[in-house]
Structure formats: C-alpha cells, structure tokens
C-alpha cells in the first residue's frame, strides 16, 4: 500500500474532497468504495488488513473519520448512526453525579435526551442562557465536568461566544463540546477557538442532500477520543457502509454550498424585510442581531438557516402550507429549501424544554436553488 498522502496543509476545499480519500491502492478507484461487509479475513488467527470486524471499523467509514476531523482541525474524528447517537457517546464519558451546563435552547432532541435519558442515570444538568457569561459562572458547580454549547442555535439562531466559554471552562478545569451542525466547519472553527469537542448530526449540511441521517464527533484530545471511539463500538450506534459513502459524498461540495447557502440567505432576508406581513427577521448576519458582534468575528459567513416571525401562529401555520418551491419539512441543511413551523413541528416533540419557541415563528432552511426563485416563492406565500 502507498502511504497516505498529508492533506494537511491543504485549503478546506481540497481537504474536503481528497482528505481520507485517496485513490484505492488496490483498485485505483477513484472514490472510496462502499465496503459492503460485515467481516474481514484473517491471514492467521490475528493477522489481517486493519479491519476485523464492521462495527469495530470498516474502510469506507474511516475515510469519512479522517476526513471530518481534517475539515474541524481535529486528530480524531467517530462517526456514528445519527446526531443524537454522537451526543450520547460524548455524555457517556460522565459519570452519575457529574454536571453540565449546556445552551438552554439546544436542539429539542439533544435536550430531550439529558432530560429523559441521561437525566435518570444519573447525570445533573442546568440549561442557562451562555450569552451571559455571569449567569454560566452562576451556573456553575464543583461537579461539573462539561459545557454544552451550540451555536448557531435552532431555530433562533442564537450565537454564543466559544472562545469566551471555552476560557471560562477551562480556568474550572471543564471541557468543552460545541455542536456545530448549523454552522459547519466551512464557517466556524470551534477547536481553533478553544474548544475540546465538536458534534455533528452529518444528516443536515455535511450530508447536505437530505437522504441520509448520521452523526460524528472530532476531539484532539487522544484520551477522550479513545473513550469515544471505545463507547462508539461497545454501544454499536455505528453507521452503515451506505450512510458513510452519501455524507463523503456531499463533503465533497461543502465548501460551495455552504457559500451558495449563505448568498441566498441574504438575498432571503432582504426580500423578508421588504414584505409587509412579516415582523421580526432572525439571522445573524443582520446588524440588529444579538449575537452579530459575535458571529462576524466567528463564523466566516452566516449560513443559511433563517427564521421570521408573523403576526400569529395562526398566520404561521397557514403560511407554511402555502409554499411551492421552500418544501414544507423538518429537518435543514439540504441543498433543497425547507420550511417548517418550529412550534408545532420540529419542537413539538421536546415539550417541557425550557425553550419557550414563538408560535409566530417560521422557520427557513434555505437552499441553493435560483435565489429569483426563492424569492418569487416567498412574495407569494406572504404577500
Ligand atoms: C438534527 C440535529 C441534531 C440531531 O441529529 P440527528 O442526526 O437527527 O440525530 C443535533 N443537533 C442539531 C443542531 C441538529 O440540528
């Protein structure tokens, strides 16, 4: 086998497409294969290509790792079946007694699973808001082990300060985990800015064609991304040989969609604001945005979730079923524009969360299809 060339100096475009991804050495095929297989054969008992059995590992899996981790500047990258599959690998390090201080407006499902899986086993939690950095100290206790941040959040778009928090973690000797699936790393960092860990669900822009759910973690710390890569086998959340091949795949364009997504976002906000139905607009590359300051100075762009509220919720629920080219969906990240009523949909499954979402608010992932079009779509449905 030839050894595998260093991307690492390589533009985050070029790691996207080649690192993890070289040439078969066997077959010369281009693109990494889909190792369909369950096992792998044994020379002699022990002896055998790097792989012995599929949930331990599978090639078309480890380029993926590799290629994760290279783009959020990581050494070590997991992946798993799902987002929330990654999310419990990260909380199983902790132990019961051990206390988080995580975004109290987190994904619904990543809350719900502190609150009704990781809860009853034992670990402590409290959701405060992580703008307030004097509210996070308060926060804070002698067992607490962990800061869960997100940023930007869903769906309002929330930004918090990852080096600040990571500093304020740090001094009491507390890691670090940021979910950076709103972002990605084609516009936000959070290893470079301090953090320890980074969560993934690759189902939305990493797999970016919404036809696959996955998860994964990167951390350049080598013992807990042992413990990671440990729990990722001993529990089996592991993705299939399939799932890993699609969000390669869409990897692969990462960088000119997130741009493309980011231009039609401000070509949909400017046509938001203009429209006499609409009322607050909910992006954070508005100057008027809490969280502005922040975003500019860490994300390269402001990516391309949107969100805007109407007069009521009986105004959003009826505007959503009037879109032709935005699909009426959960979930984001596609390179097809969705909308969605947060209220009633996306955050409907999480009720007891201590996110209280606006039943005036719509929720918009935009897409990369002509902005005309988008645009067109959204002066009819809320003209
Ligand atoms: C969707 C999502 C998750 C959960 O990921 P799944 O792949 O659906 O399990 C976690 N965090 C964020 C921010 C998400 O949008």
């Known amino acids: 086998m030839t050894a595998a060339h260093d991307w690492g100096a390589a533009g985050f475009a070029?790691?996207?497409?080649?690192?993890?991804?070289?040439?078969?050495?066997?077959?010369?095929?281009?693109?990494?294969?889909?190792?369909?297989?369950?096992t792998f054969h044994q020379s002699e008992v022990g002896a055998h290509a790097g792989w012995d059995y599929a949930r331990s590992g599978n090639p078309t899996r480890d380029a993926l790792e590799t290629a994760i981790a290279s783009l959020e500047g990581g050494r070590h990258g997991v992946a798993f079946?799902?987002?929330?599959?990654?999310?419990?690998?990260?909380?199983?390090?902790?132990?019961?007694?051990?206390?988080?201080?995580?975004?109290n407006d987190v994904y619904g499902g990543t809350y719900r699973q502190f609150a009704q899986v990781h809860g009853p086993w034992g670990l402590a939690f409290d959701p405060v808001d992580l703008a307030d950095l004097d509210v996070v100290r308060g926060a804070w206790r002698e067992q607490t082990r962990l800061l869960w941040v997100e940023t930007p959040t869903n769906p309002l778009l929330n930004v918090f300060d990852i080096a600040a928090l990571a500093e304020l973690a740090h001094e009491r000797g507390a890691r670090v985990v940021v979910?950076?699936?709103?972002?990605?790393?084609?516009?936000?960092?959070p290893l470079a800015l301090g953090a320890d860990v980074v969560v993934h669900s690759t189902t939305k822009y990493l797999?970016?064609?919404?036809?696959?759910?996955?998860?994964?973690?990167?951390?350049?710390?080598?013992?807990?991304?042992?413990?990671?890569?440990?729990?990722?086998?001993?529990?089996?959340?592991?993705p299939g040989p399939w799932d890993v091949f699609l969000?390669?795949?869409?990897?692969?364009t990462l960088a000119v969609r997130m741009r493309a997504h980011c231009e039609n976002a401000r070509a949909v906000v400017?046509?938001?604001?203009?429209?006499?139905?609409?009322?607050?607009?909910?992006?954070?590359?508005?100057?008027g945005h809490p969280g502005h300051q922040i975003a500019a100075r860490q994300m390269s762009d402001f990516g391309g979730m949107v969100s805007f509220r109407l007069a009521d919720e009986?105004?959003?629920?009826r505007a959503c079923a009037r879109f032709r080219v935005f699909t009426l969906a959960e979930s984001l990240g596609g390179v097809e524009s969705l909308v969605e009523h947060p209220g009633r949909m996306t955050h409907q499954s999480v009720a007891g969360s201590p996110l209280q979402v606006p039943g005036d608010l719509v929720r918009?992932?935009?897409?990369?299809?002509?902005?005309?079009?988008?645009?067109?779509?959204?002066?009819q449905a809320l003209g």
């Open 364 to 379: 918009l992932s935009v897409g990369i299809e002509d902005a005309d079009d988008l645009v067109a779509d959204l002066r």
């Open 14 to 38: 070029t790691r996207a497409i080649h690192a993890g991804q070289d040439p078969d050495p066997q077959t010369g095929a281009v693109i990494v294969p889909v190792y369909q297989t369950s």
């Open 247 to 252: 969000v390669l795949r869409g990897l692969k």
């Open 314 to 317: 009986e105004a959003a629920v």
């Open 270 to 287: 400017a046509a938001l604001q203009e429209l006499p139905a609409v009322g607050e607009v909910v992006w954070p590359g508005l100057a």
């Open 81 to 103: 079946a799902s987002g929330l599959a990654a999310c419990d690998a990260v909380l199983r390090t902790l132990r019961p007694g051990d206390h988080v201080v995580m975004a």
């Open 179 to 189: 979910d950076n699936t709103f972002a990605t790393p084609a516009l936000q960092q």
């Open 207 to 238: 797999g970016g064609h919404s036809d696959v759910v996955g998860g994964a973690i990167v951390a350049d710390d080598d013992d807990l991304a042992g413990q990671v890569r440990f729990l990722q086998n001993a529990i089996g959340g592991v």
